[in-house]
């Protein structure tokens, strides 16, 4: 497998001190892999493996603590949207079955909805999982009991969702409002006290970032691909500056993984890269402070 390191990328975007807080002096993206067909969606596990889809080829790939990708899955059946969940679960969103399904680690899989079309989900450490239906406009609640709600609608276009590290809110992506929604989640799973916590910009000016994949970091932070690289805002939701893409390509994931979730990864859509940087990830499984 190719690799490289880009050093001509080295982020003058952020804020200084931010840099220095965030980057590596020196070290730039290095390219893993290149040849997919739509790295549609990824998300890591309980150890810091990437599981990302290949949805063209029908399959999801692998990537390990050492960096090495791999085939885990062939016959994904259209597989786009995944994540794991607190039982250790895949969850996967088969956008053209309209279904939802759940993959052990050893690849079996089971329905756990039908007549359900997403193309991107979450999960939240109650084993609900939020999807949404972005030419429909709504966010859906499918719940562990298996009931299923559309919980919000009336976005122009909502993406990518995740739940805030402290467990209290759902944030979900509106790449065509250049805007991360944030939500309260109620005791029922329903969403209220929604806002625009983020504002998301674009290099030309245009009214929609593409925004893609969203991860927190442990201090708080949040890193957005975008159209113009990864996009980081603060805890206040203050925009802290943009850490540039390897390449003019834009970005459809961001995710931190490896071990102590301590590598920096994004995906264009036929290609993976990754750098090391002085933050970490989060589990977001695990209880941690988050004020948003």
């Known amino acids: 497998m190719l690799r490289f390191v880009l050093f001509a990328c080295l982020v003058v975007a952020l804020r200084p001190v931010l840099a220095q807080e965030i980057l590596l002096p020196g070290k730039g993206w290095e390219l893993l892999g290149e040849g997919y067909q739509l790295t549609a969606d990824s998300t890591v596990d309980s150890s810091g493996n990437i599981y990302f889809t290949d949805a063209q080829k029908n399959r999801i790939c692998k990537i390990d603590l050492e960096g090495k990708i791999t085939t885990w899955k062939e016959g994904s059946h259209d597989s786009h949207g995944i994540a794991f969940g607190p039982d250790g679960r895949l969850y996967a969103g088969q956008h053209d079955l309209k279904r939802i399904v759940a993959f052990t680690i050893a690849g079996v899989e089971s329905v756990i909805a039908e007549d359900t079309q997403t193309h991107h989900l979450t999960v939240t450490s109650r084993n609900d999982i939020y999807f949404t239906d972005a030419p429909a406009h709504k966010v859906w ?50 969403l209220d006290d929604g806002k625009q916590a983020y504002r998301l910009k674009t290099p030309d000016g245009s009214s929609d970032a593409d925004a893609g994949g969203m991860v927190f970091d442990s201090q708080g932070f949040l890193y957005v691909a975008t159209k113009s690289g990864v996009q980081v805002f603060d805890r206040q939701g203050r925009a802290a500056g943009t850490i540039d893409a390897p390449t003019k390509e834009e970005l459809s994931n961001v995710l931190f993984a490896g071990p102590g979730l301590q590598w920096l990864y994004v995906m264009e859509w036929n290609k993976v890269y990754r750098r090391p940087v002085k933050r970490r990830g989060v589990d977001p499984f695990r209880k941690t402070a988050q004020p948003r």
């Not at 919980?151 to 467990?167: F, I, N, T, Y």
């Open 141 to 190: 609640l499918l719940d562990a009991a298996g009931r299923k709600r559309v919980v919000h609608e009336g976005l122009a276009w909502p993406r990518g969702a995740r739940q805030s590290p402290d467990k209290s809110r759902l944030l979900v992506a509106d790449p065509r409002s250049n805007s991360i929604w944030s939500f309260r989640i109620q005791p029922d799973g329903s």
